[in-house]
């Protein structure tokens, strides 16, 4: 058994991870870190919680506990001052760590990183298309995954100035902090674009893919599932493309012509659907992901890439939707 401690286990993404580990044939939780709730029992955060998990710890301990693997589930500016302990895989799952250009980092997450001289040492990991190559792994972010699933295998048969993704997310992707714009007087019967041509994602993605897009985010009224549609001018089979990309996987797949992927069918899983659809009116292709913002798009994605660290199936604790029969 690995030993995990989870940094920001009160929040969202920590609680997601925390169910995981709990179904993990091969993980065992040591610490809980929360700084809002250290000293607390686990049951604090969810009465279910039973008496065989340590009491809260302050995030620091929780990080000099000695475990295998650390789930880091802390803000960007927390997270981007880790010490890393040696000889831990530890997965980060803010985005202090994706970004290789270290200028980038105060134009788009707001914050100086103070430890730019260390991004290379980090990982960029999305499992079915870059694999984690050490341990210290930076998870991406959520809409970037959707993006990147629908893109990476596209990215030398589409022309990369037509590219355009139109990103939809639950309210839960805003994190648990309480904010007005998560209010649900603001969220219920309304969908807003927000931080339009200055997301955080944006250079995530063309990272990886190796040129910039256009990228719109919305809030939807829901409380978990992200959607992305991206429009494309292809020069090449796009189709094809996907299914072989994702042929041996287990978390990623490629509907059949005519299927349209659903938030419903995704939602509270670990997998992701996409879709590709002819527009007869251009000559535009649509491609389209659909996926937990807190499952493909966090705590699942950290969970496979830590099984892969670690030498296991990926796919161990993860929740992954049956095959109707």
């Given at each position: 058994?690995a030993?995990?401690?989870?940094?920001?286990?009160?929040g969202?993404a920590g609680?997601e991870?925390?169910d995981?580990?709990l179904?993990?044939p091969e993980?065992e939780v040591?610490?809980?870190g929360?700084?809002?709730l250290?000293?607390?029992?686990?049951?604090?955060l969810?009465?279910?919680?039973?008496?065989?998990?340590?009491?809260?710890?302050?995030?620091?301990?929780?990080l000099a506990?000695?475990?295998?693997?650390?789930?880091?589930?802390?803000s960007?500016?927390?997270?981007?001052l880790?010490?890393?302990p040696?000889?831990?895989v530890?997965v980060d799952?803010s985005?202090?760590?994706?970004?290789q250009?270290?200028a980038?980092?105060?134009?788009?997450?707001?914050f100086e990183?103070?430890?730019?001289?260390?991004?290379g040492e980090w990982?960029?990991?999305l499992p079915?298309?870059?694999?984690?190559?050490?341990?210290?792994?930076?998870?991406?972010?959520?809409?970037?995954?959707?993006a990147?699933?629908?893109?990476?295998?596209?990215?030398?048969?589409?022309?990369?100035?037509?590219v355009?993704?139109d990103?939809?997310?639950?309210?839960s992707g805003?994190?648990?902090?309480?904010?007005?714009?998560?209010?649900?007087?603001?969220?219920l019967?309304?969908?807003?674009?927000?931080?339009i041509?200055?997301?955080?994602?944006?250079?995530?993605i063309?990272?990886?893919?190796g040129?910039?897009v256009?990228?719109?985010p919305?809030l939807?009224?829901v409380?978990r599932?992200l959607?992305?549609?991206?429009?494309?001018?292809?020069?090449g089979?796009?189709?094809?493309?996907?299914?072989?990309?994702y042929a041996?996987?287990d978390v990623?797949?490629?509907?059949?012509?005519?299927?349209v992927?659903e938030?419903?069918?995704?939602?509270h899983?670990?997998?992701?659907?996409?879709?590709v659809?002819?527009d007869?009116a251009?000559?535009?292709?649509?491609?389209?992901?659909?996926?937990?913002n807190?499952?493909k798009?966090?705590?699942?994605?950290a969970?496979q890439n830590?099984?892969l660290?670690?030498g296991?199936?990926?796919?161990l604790g993860?929740?992954?939707?049956?095959?109707?029969?």
């Amino acid at each position: 058994m690995a030993t995990v401690a989870i940094l920001g286990a009160s929040g969202y993404a920590g609680q997601e991870t925390l169910d995981r580990v709990l179904r993990h044939p091969e993980l065992e939780v040591v610490a809980l870190g929360s700084d809002s709730l250290a000293g607390e029992p686990a049951a604090a955060l969810d009465f279910r919680l039973n008496g065989s998990l340590p009491r809260f710890v302050p995030n620091d301990e929780a990080l000099a506990s000695g475990a295998d693997v650390v789930f880091a589930c802390l803000s960007h500016d927390r997270a981007a001052l880790l010490d890393p302990p040696a000889g831990a895989v530890v997965v980060d799952l803010s985005g202090a760590h994706r970004l290789q250009d270290s200028a980038l980092y105060p134009a788009w997450y707001g914050f100086e990183h103070p430890g730019a001289a260390t991004l290379g040492e980090w990982s960029y990991a999305l499992p079915e298309l870059f694999p984690p190559t050490g341990s210290l792994i930076a998870n991406p972010g959520c809409y970037a995954t959707a993006a990147i699933l629908a893109l990476a295998p596209l990215k030398d048969a589409i022309d990369p100035a037509s590219v355009v993704v139109d990103a939809k997310s639950g309210v839960s992707g805003a994190g648990r902090q309480l904010k007005e714009s998560s209010h649900a007087g603001f969220v219920l019967e309304n969908l807003s674009p927000y931080k339009i041509g200055a997301h955080q994602h944006a250079p995530e993605i063309a990272q990886a893919l190796g040129f910039p897009v256009c990228f719109v985010p919305h809030l939807l009224p829901v409380r978990r599932g992200l959607l992305a549609t991206c429009y494309v001018e292809p020069v090449g089979d796009i189709r094809s493309l996907l299914e072989d990309a994702y042929a041996g996987s287990d978390v990623v797949s490629v509907l059949p012509e005519g299927v349209v992927p659903e938030l419903a069918r995704v939602q509270h899983t670990d997998g992701a659907e996409i879709a590709v659809f002819a527009d007869r009116a251009t000559s535009r292709t649509v491609v389209i992901c659909a996926l937990d913002n807190l499952g493909k798009g966090a705590a699942g994605q950290a969970l496979q890439n830590a099984n892969l660290a670690l030498g296991l199936d990926q796919t161990l604790g993860l929740r992954l939707a049956g095959v109707l029969v």
